[in-house]
């Protein structure tokens, strides 16, 4: 920065130079003559006198220092701020704290001694202007660092601590940070960051409760560090608990007939220092693998994101400075829970959820799908609009168990099974489709992706057996003989869809899940607990079979749509009193001679013709589409339209089926 030497009245001022105009117009714009112009550098190493106290300082240069406001010099106290104190080392200062514990000046301060800051403050400007060096004051609002249990602004002072170098370990921790497997990825980044611009960590800190640094003072005050001392506090400790240290004296705590030069009289005093509470928790590991030292390290740590510079960091700095290897392999972070707009929670603006009351209304399976619903590694809104959502998913999850083990009631897997080669076609489909998500949601659990094993669940059971399987094999399960070989097909897909989804939801909805099995079929373990996740089966003819079956159901689409605008247009009420007459275009009539499935049924209509001729229908991408009403009558026990019922008004289908 470039300063000016200002002559204003018969005092002359040092001025950075573009902070001039605003200097004079502070004082009321009397008229100035600048006597020199001059670059910062050639301030440095001046002295000036203190106006109040007999004291000789220097000038110093500090990168801090900027040209918002003010003069472009400003009061430097190492012992009271961050960038003061690292610019007061750079130049050797005193690292002078005037202020105690309290909030209150110290003998240091001379005059002001017993003060508080507050009342301090206001007798400085006392003094300065009967000394004639205030030339102005006024009061600003600016940000500053607040206490957030109080909301009271934070003192910065610089006290004696224990420190634990960083420096020399911090390559054996870089190289360990790239060997853990970071959720998301970004957190290798951040953490690495940290470390890298770390050179010591401060262990101590001054409270009345913790665990307390075992390090006692001679009488000259020099401090006690001696691992025999250290280990006799351990065994101390480990009889009596850390309180040990605050009911017993220092004399009690040394070990019999210890002696120190620093102390000819045997006195000694232990340090109220406590041990910083990251480095409690950042050692828990070794307490938690003390008897299991096998399993180190953990599988995994999970957190919210504020811990890269707390648990996450404290722990991998204990566990490579002990064993060299970081605690844990996979590190997962979370963002932390809002409310329903976004705001965080708290007690003072009444936002807050309580989940031991979402449980007590809504049942705990719900609070754990919502859980398992949101992206988790950012912050998570949650209300009861929000909350109720996810009932609605929870029921149609719960409805659809509830249809499957409706439907296998009178289904023993070990004689009624299916072997899949002798499944019908949209049955082999439906279970190549299971295999499938089995896959997808293992690989989802894998990777702690909740929210995927969540929306592919859900969205399976909503799409591919609500609205597809288990909506057009009603007519087969409700209807044809119980123990037909159609039915048993479809009750072996069932079964084995209910066992998957049942098992591979348990980590998520474990009470809902623990009662399906309770009414589950076949044999079956005392809970679901005990049961293992089944793994994917790849089928020789599945990538061909999906092949087929999912240009059908993209021909399927097309029914449903034009199924859909004839209810619209009251031609039908339901599907089951219409008649489909379709013209496919060529590549639909060459897939459906290569599918033996019965259209009629999985496209749940009473009749269906499929023609070479032109029809008046509705044009979509597999071809032309009409729907007009089904005529004839409806059978009393299927409600499909038939051309005929007998006297107990059964179609003949139905009719077979019920005779003896």
């Not at 829970?337 to 979402?358: A, F, H, W």
Request: glycine fraction near 6%.
């Amino acid at each position: 920065m470039d300063y000016v030497l200002v002559k204003v009245d018969n005092r002359q001022f040092v001025v950075a130079k573009e902070l001039l105009a605003s200097f004079i117009k502070v004082l009321g714009e009397p008229s100035y003559e600048i006597k020199k112009e001059f670059g910062g550098e050639q301030l440095e190493g001046i002295t000036y006198r203190h106006p109040l106290f007999n004291r000789i300082s220097p000038v110093i240069l500090g990168d801090h220092v900027t040209l918002d406001a003010g003069t472009g010099l400003v009061h430097t106290a190492p012992g009271h701020g961050a960038d003061d104190y690292i610019v007061g080392k750079k130049y050797g200062l005193d690292v002078l704290c005037p202020v105690d514990s309290l909030g209150k000046m110290t003998k240091e301060a001379g005059e002001f001694e017993g003060l508080t800051i507050e009342e301090c403050n206001v007798k400085i400007m006392e003094r300065m202007s009967e000394v004639g060096m205030l030339l102005h004051a006024s009061k600003i609002t600016h940000s500053y660092p607040h206490d957030w249990r109080t909301k009271k602004p934070i003192i910065f002072r610089a006290t004696p601590q224990w420190f634990a170098s960083i420096d020399k370990i911090r390559g054996e921790i870089l190289n360990n940070i790239a060997s853990v497997k970071w959720i998301p990825s970004w957190g290798e980044i951040r953490i690495e960051n940290m470390i890298k611009d770390r050179d010591d960590w401060c262990i101590s800190r001054q409270r009345a409760w913790g665990v307390p640094i075992p390090v006692f003072y001679a009488e000259d005050g020099s401090a006690i560090l001696d691992v025999d001392v250290i280990n006799h506090i351990a065994d101390i400790f480990e009889e009596k608990g850390s309180n040990a240290w605050y009911e017993m004296d220092a004399k009690d705590l040394l070990p019999a007939g210890f002696t120190h030069p620093g102390s000819p009289n045997g006195i000694f005093k232990k340090e109220t220092d406590i041990m910083d509470v990251w480095f409690d928790s950042g050692t828990s590991h070794h307490s938690a693998f003390k008897q299991y030292y096998h399993a180190y390290p953990a599988d995994l740590y999970l957190e919210g994101a504020d811990q890269y510079r707390g648990w996450f960091n404290s722990s991998i700095s204990t566990g490579v400075a002990v064993t060299g290897i970081a605690p844990y392999k996979t590190v997962l972070t979370h963002g932390f829970i809002l409310d329903g707009e976004g705001r965080k929670m708290s007690k003072s603006l009444g936002n807050t959820v309580d989940p031991n009351q979402v449980c007590v209304e809504s049942g705990a399976d719900i609070l754990r799908l919502w859980v398992a619903s949101v992206d988790y590694q950012a912050d998570c809104r949650i209300s009861k609009e929000i909350l109720a959502q996810n009932a609605e998913a929870y029921r149609k999850i719960r409805n659809t168990f509830r249809f499957m083990l409706g439907n296998l009631f009178d289904f023993d897997p070990e004689k009624d099974a299916i072997k899949y080669e002798d499944l019908h076609e949209e049955d082999q489909y439906m279970m190549c489709l299971l295999q499938d998500l089995i896959a997808k949601l293992h690989q989802a659990y894998q990777n702690y992706a909740f929210d995927e094993v969540y929306r592919s669940s859900l969205t399976f059971m909503t799409n591919q057996l609500s609205s597809y399987y288990l909506d057009y094999t009603k007519d087969i399960l409700y209807i044809d003989k119980a123990d037909s070989f159609e039915r048993r097909s479809v009750q072996t897909v069932i079964y084995h869809t209910c066992y998957a989804l049942a098992t591979m939801l348990t980590p998520i909805i474990p009470h809902t899940t623990e009662e399906v099995y309770q009414y589950f079929v076949g044999p079956k373990k005392e809970s679901i607990y005990l049961e293992k996740m089944p793994y994917a089966v790849h089928y020789a003819n599945s990538e061909e079979l999906k092949s087929r079956f999912d240009k059908f159901m993209a021909f399927r689409d097309d029914v449903l749509k034009a199924l859909e605008n004839a209810r619209n247009n009251k031609v039908i009420g339901k599907s089951f009193s219409a008649r489909l007459t379709i013209k496919p275009n060529s590549e639909v009539k060459y897939l459906i001679g290569q599918l033996p499935i019965n259209l009629q049924r999985i496209f749940i209509v009473s009749q269906l013709v499929i023609t070479d001729e032109d029809i008046d229908g509705e044009e979509f991408a597999s071809g032309k589409i009409l729907v007009t009403p089904a005529e004839g009558v409806v059978c009393s026990r299927c409600w499909q339209v038939v051309e005929s019922v007998n006297e107990d008004e059964l179609c003949p289908r139905c009719a077979e089926i019920l005779k003896k």
